[in-house]
Nanobody, 126 residues
């Protein structure tokens, strides 16, 4: 099991930027892919971005392509989500997720992740 703690959320005006961080502890961080999901009020949890164990491959939801960048620092056991050109529609609770030995399916689906953080609120005012 891995423990995940997100930080960096907050209130920002439309067009602004935020960088989310997710610090991991426990299971070897660098062996597995990592992802970010979000859940807006009244909506289901949705995939945002994912990154391979080495950082060489990344995947994004169409709605954030060109605006968000996922990265990781395996030496620091941390994954990041740089969010630029934020829109009101980006308002949600953002969750960090870690792949693991029980993961199945593609990185776009929640089943590909064994462990989840508690989330950090991002609010974009228009």
């Amino acid at each position: 099991q891995v423990q995940l703690v997100e930080s960096g959320g907050g209130l920002v005006q439309a067009g602004g930027s935020l960088r989310l961080s997710c610090a991991a502890s426990g299971r070897t961080f660098s062996r597995y892919h990592m992802g970010w999901f979000r859940q807006a009020p009244g909506k289901e949890r949705a995939f945002v971005a994912a990154i391979s164990w080495s950082g060489s491959s990344t995947w994004y939801a169409d709605s954030v392509k060109g605006r968000f960048t996922i990265s990781r620092d395996n030496a620091k056991n941390t994954v990041y989500l740089q969010m630029n050109s934020l829109e009101a529609e980006d308002t949600a609770v953002y969750y960090c997720a870690a792949g693991g030995p029980a993961s199945t399916g593609t990185v776009y689906n929640g089943g590909a992740y064994d462990d989840w953080g508690q989330g950090t609120q991002v609010t974009v005012s228009s």
